[in-house]
C-alpha cells in the first residue's frame, strides 16, 4: 500500500488562515514541512480518506489525478473534512472527461449531511453514498475496512478507520481524543482476525497542552504517544510497524522540527503534507 498524506493540520490550517500568532509566522518564514493543509489523505492513488477543502490545492502541489479516486472514507462532516460543494464540480458540466465512479461511505449522520448539501443540485451523480454502523466492516473494492468510533463531536457520529490490503493494515485515527474502551474491543476483534498494523497514524491537535485542559474530542502529544504504545502493549503491530502523528493545531503545536523532538520518546514522527509512505 501506498499512503500519501494530503494535509496534516486541524480545522484553520498552520498557518493558519488568518493568523499570525508565533508558532503562525515562523511557519510561514521556515516552510516546507511547517506548512499543513487540512488533514485527508490518498492510498495507492485511488481511496480517498476525507473530501476536505483543499483538495485541489493539493491536486496541483502534488500533480494528482484525482479524476482516479474510486472509493472515499469519510471520517465525519466537520467543515475542515467535509467540503460538500466538490461534489458539484463532479458533474458531467464540470468535467470534459468521466471521473471515476465513487463508492462513499461513512457514518449515517456523516451521509445524512452530504445528502442534504446535494438535494438542491438535484440527485448526485457519479457517487454512491453508503452508511456505515460504527463497528461494521465493509468491503471498498480491494480494500477491508473498518469503522471505528471516535471520541468526538458525538451529535455527528465521527468514524476512524482500519484499512487492510493484501495483508498489509493502516490505522488512520484523526479527530478523536483517547478511544472508547469498545473502540478497543473492535481493535481486539481485529487481531483476532489476524491484523497487525503496518502503519498507524493518531492525531496530536492539543500537542503541549496539559492533558486535563485538552478538551475531550482530539488528543495532545502525550495521549498521541500512549495510544502508539498501547497498540503495541495489546499485540496489534507488525513488527517493523511505523508511528505517525498529525492534525496539528498552530495554537499547541509547534513547528515540526520540535514536534520530532518532543514525540521521538515515543518512537512516533510527525507527519507533513506530502510525506509517501510505503508498506
Ligand atoms: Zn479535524
Ligand atoms: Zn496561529
Ligand atoms: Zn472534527
Known amino acids: 500500500m501506498e499512503l500519501l498524506f494530503l494535509g496534516t493540520a486541524a480545522a484553520e490550517g498552520y498557518p493558519a488562515l488568518f493568523c499570525s500568532c ?20 490518498l492510498i495507492d492513488g485511488e481511496l480517498l480518506i476525507d473530501v476536505g477543502p483543499d483538495l485541489l490545492g493539493v491536486a ?12 472515499v472514507v469519510q471520517t465525519h462532516a466537520h467543515a475542515d473534512h467535509l467540503l460538500e460543494s466538490t461534489f458539484t464540480f463532479r458533474r458531467a458540466g464540470f468535467t470534459a472527461t468521466e471521473p471515476a465512479h ?8 456523516t451521509i445524512e449531511q452530504i445528502e442534504h448539501a446535494l438535494h438542491g443540485d438535484g440527485a448526485p451523480e457519479r457517487v454512491t453514498l453508503r452508511a456505515v454502523q460504527p463497528f461494521e466492516m465493509f468491503q471498498l473494492g480491494p480494500y477491508t475496512v473498518t469503522g471505528l468510533r471516535a471520541r468526538h463531536d458525538m451529535r455527528i457520529e465521527p468514524l476512524f478507520y482500519a484499512i487492510e490490503r493484501d495483508g498489509r493494515a493502516l490505522l488512520w485515527a484523526n479527530d478523536s481524543g483517547p478511544w472508547f474502551e469498545e473502540t478497543w474491543q473492535a481493535l481486539g476483534q481485529l487481531k483476532q482476525r489476524g491484523v497487525r498494523f503496518n502503519v498507524v497514524v493518531i492525531e496530536a491537535t492539543m500537542g ?21 504504545e498501547e497498540l503495541g502493549r495489546r499485540g496489534l503491530l507488525a513488527p517493523g510497524a511505523r508511528h505517525f502523528a498529525h492534525h496539528f493545531s498552530h ?3 509547534p513547528l515540526h522540527e520540535e514536534i520530532t523532538a518532543l514525540l521521538s520518546p515515543y518512537r512516533v514522527q510527525p507527519a507533513y503534507d506530502g510525506l509517501r509512505i510505503r508498506f
Open 60 to 71: 496541483h502541489t502534488f500533480n494528482l489525478h484525482l479524476d482516479r479516486i474510486a472509493w
Open 102 to 109: 465513487w463508492q462513499l461511505c461513512g457514518s449515517s449522520k
Open 208 to 228: 503541549t497542552l496539559p492533558s486535563p485542559e485538552s478538551p475531550g474530542g482530539h488528543m495532545t502529544f502525550e495521549e498521541c504517544g500512549w495510544h502508539h
Open 251 to 253: 495554537h499547541a503545536c
Open 22 to 41: 508565533h508558532h503562525c509566522d515562523a511557519a510561514r518564514v521556515s516552510g516546507g514541512p511547517d506548512l499543513r493543509r487540512r488533514t485527508a489523505a
